[in-house]
């Protein structure tokens, strides 16, 4: 197995220590993620992204168990999916979560979804005694926006340890992204590049052939160099080792910011204001 020396990781704000580089198994089928995991794990990544929703908790459980790699050198971050905000409902997904895994701990558990309905405060409080447990080494959102983050520093105690919100060159959220930075909450970035969409962009294409790297590096390098956290998803291995493979090069603050300059606020995925899907 490759090591992860490569890596940086980033102190969440109870001194937690996350590798900034990970893998995300969204959309990847049950019945495929335990290899793609494993396929990761052989190129050197110790950082998995999962969800309940996604249907692949369990294979992922299988591959660090599998994987022959210490426990303790794999992060895990799953999230509270949203057919389950009711504090007690809640209770029970994290404890779903934990025998799907049977990994023993999570190391990150996030709120997937505010939703619209305000109650997320109140499964913020119930988040807040699952990391009284132990079982979860931290807690964080997703997909808050900045008055969702007022809300709780008003009503609740534990400052989430990270908001994982969607950016990429065509999103670039810096309003949110700094909102996280002042208070001590790291970003992590969600569809990185854009599903693929930001790859043919003639900036992104202009700067790939200048530094010989591909166009999907030339972005996660972008994201690395601000300072977020990504975990970009491939069933293709030749991918997904080259999405790791972005710690031997150095973007200049020219090329940095011609890419910040493609923003157009565009998403491709929800608006968190407007999301309210509970999956049946
Ligand atoms: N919190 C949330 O609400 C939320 C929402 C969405 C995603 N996420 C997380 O973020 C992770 C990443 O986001 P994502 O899966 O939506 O999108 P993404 O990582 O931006 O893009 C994945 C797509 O890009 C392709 N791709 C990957 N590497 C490539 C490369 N080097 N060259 C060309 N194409 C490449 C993949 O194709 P192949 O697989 O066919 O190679 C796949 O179609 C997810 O897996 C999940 O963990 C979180």
Do not use: C
């Amino acid at each position: 197995m490759a090591t992860n020396t490569a890596v940086p990781t980033i102190a969440l704000n109870n001194g937690v220590e996350i590798p900034q580089l990970g893998f995300g198994v969204f959309q990847i089928p049950p019945g495929e993620t335990k290899q793609a995991t494993l396929t990761a794990f052989e190129a050197g990544y110790r950082h998995i992204d999962t969800v309940e929703m996604y249907g692949n908790e369990r294979e992922v459980g299988e591959a660090v168990r599998e994987s022959g790699i210490d426990r303790d050198e794999i992060f895990v971050t799953s999230k509270l999916n949203n057919s389950f905000h009711d504090p007690e409902a809640a209770a029970g997904a994290f404890q779903g979560t934990l025998d799907a895994l049977d990994i023993g701990h999570v190391d990150l558990f996030l709120m997937h979804w505010p939703l619209t309905d305000g109650g997320y405060v109140e499964t913020w409080r119930a988040m807040e005694r699952m990391y009284e447990t132990g079982n979860v080494r931290a807690i964080g959102v997703s997909n808050f926006n900045v008055h969702h983050l007022n809300r709780l520093a008003a009503e609740t105690t534990i400052t989430p340890a990270a908001n994982q919100i969607e950016v990429h060159p065509y999103l670039t959220q810096d309003e949110l992204r700094a909102y996280d930075s002042q208070h001590g909450i790291a970003t992590e970035a969600w569809s990185p590049i854009a599903q693929g969409l930001v790859l043919k962009d003639p900036v992104v294409e202009r700067i790939s052939r200048r530094v010989e790297k591909s166009p999907a590096q030339v972005v996660l390098r972008w994201h690395i160099q601000r300072g977020d956290i990504v975990f970009p998803k491939s069933v293709t291995p030749e991918r997904v080792r080259d999405n790791f493979a972005i710690f031997d090069f150095e973007l200049s603050d020219a090329d940095m910011s011609d890419i910040t300059l493609l923003n157009r606020d565009e998403r491709t995925g929800p608006d968190p204001d407007v999301f309210d899907y509970i999956p049946s």
